[in-house]
């Protein structure tokens, strides 16, 4: 069930559970292409976003028991994107590491600095109280945002500092995370021609 590499930067996953069902594919080297299904409508429209801004090429085909609650069906996805993120990746040789963005969206602002570290850490701010609660498109929650960045971070073993720097519409604070978050690792994950090997004094990441 864990993430294999297909070829270069290019790697696939199936994860099963009692609760769903999730198949990823991600090429680091794309070009924003993405083929989305979650069965949550708006978790679609934001990971279509990822993979556009970040330029990976995404496919993304879930099912799972949202009858019940979407939570299980986000979650995997978002673990399984961090497992496929980090094999992936590979050694990480060559890579510019780090990456930063800050993205509006109308009144809307984000900003997203990502560490490919090899160490799992995640800080996310600034939400305005009450974003939490709020059910958007009819099915995602917007405690839900904390959590996918928490997976895909755990799971990749990357580190992630967003802040939401002002916002109102529950919409637009959600989508200006997820672009500036994709802008930030395009960053991070592209090939630097003045690394040779991997980018950190420790000799590994």
Do not use: N, W
Not at 53 to 77: N, Y
């Amino acid at each position: 069930m864990g993430a294999e590499l297909i070829s270069g930067r290019k790697a696939k996953m199936q994860r099963t559970t009692s609760e769903s069902d999730v198949y990823i594919e991600m090429d680091l080297d794309g070009t924003g292409t993405s083929e989305i299904t979650t069965g949550v409508p708006f978790y679609d429209h934001m990971l279509t976003a990822l993979s556009k801004h970040s330029q990976i090429d995404l496919t993304v085909r879930a099912t799972g028991d949202t009858h019940i609650d979407v939570h299980h069906t986000v979650e995997d996805v978002a673990i399984s994107i961090g497992e496929v993120l980090k094999t992936a990746l590979g050694d990480k040789a060559g890579i510019r590491r780090f990456g930063e963005a800050s993205v509006p969206l109308d009144e809307a602002l984000a900003r997203a600095v990502v560490d490919v570290s090899g160490r799992p850490y995640l800080v996310h701010e600034g939400e305005p109280e009450g974003q939490q609660y709020h059910l958007i498109g009819g099915h995602f929650t917007g405690s839900m945002t904390r959590h996918v960045f928490e997976a895909i971070t755990y799971h990749a073993s990357i580190c992630l500092h967003m802040d939401v720097v002002r916002g109102r519409d529950p919409h637009h604070i959600v989508e200006s995370q997820f672009k500036a978050f994709a802008r930030a690792l395009r960053a991070a994950v592209e090939d630097d021609p003045r690394v040779t090997g991997v980018p950190s004094t420790k000799g590994a990441l």
